[in-house]
Nanobody, 124 residues
Framework: VQLQASGGGLVQPGGSLRLSCAAS????????MAWFRQAPGKEREFVAA????????KYADSVKGRFTISRDNAKNTVYLQMNSLKPEDTATYYC??????????????????WGQGTLVTVSS
């Protein structure tokens, strides 16, 4: 399984970015997919997840209403649309996958497959 994250960059506060996670060796429509982020000196934290069975989504309270996770089964890719970005959103963002949904979807130790990370910097 390989997960290739892309789309990070430098954006001003209030701006938008869309991250992509292209998967191989795994079908995103049949896997629980998630985004996590890690800021310097901090632990990796949950951002968003999408369930394999019905596509239902979960979000961290800090991004709810601003971020949207989605998937394109034809492209085997998961996206994270990030709007109204804030300086505190600055982090390296990682996509992750597991074969079945878990109630502990927000815990990074429950994911066995990880992308390499893409850096998002929100600054004026």
């Amino acid at each position: 399984v390989q997960l290739q994250a892309s789309g990070g960059g430098l954006v001003q506060p209030g701006g938008s970015l869309r991250l992509s996670c292209a998967a191989s060796g795994l079908t995103v429509g049949r896997a629980a997919m998630a985004w996590f982020r890690q800021a310097p000196g901090k632990e990796r934290e949950f951002v968003a997840a999408i369930r394999e069975s019905n596509g239902s989504t979960k979000y961290a309270d800090s991004v709810k209403g601003r971020f949207t996770i989605s998937r394109d089964n034809a492209k085997n890719t998961v996206y994270l649309q990030m709007n109204s970005l804030k300086p505190e959103d600055t982090a390296t963002y990682y996509c992750a996958a597991r074969y079945y949904w878990t109630l502990a979807y927000h815990q990074p130790e429950n994911y066995s497959n990880w992308g390499q990370g893409t850096l998002v910097t929100v600054s004026s």
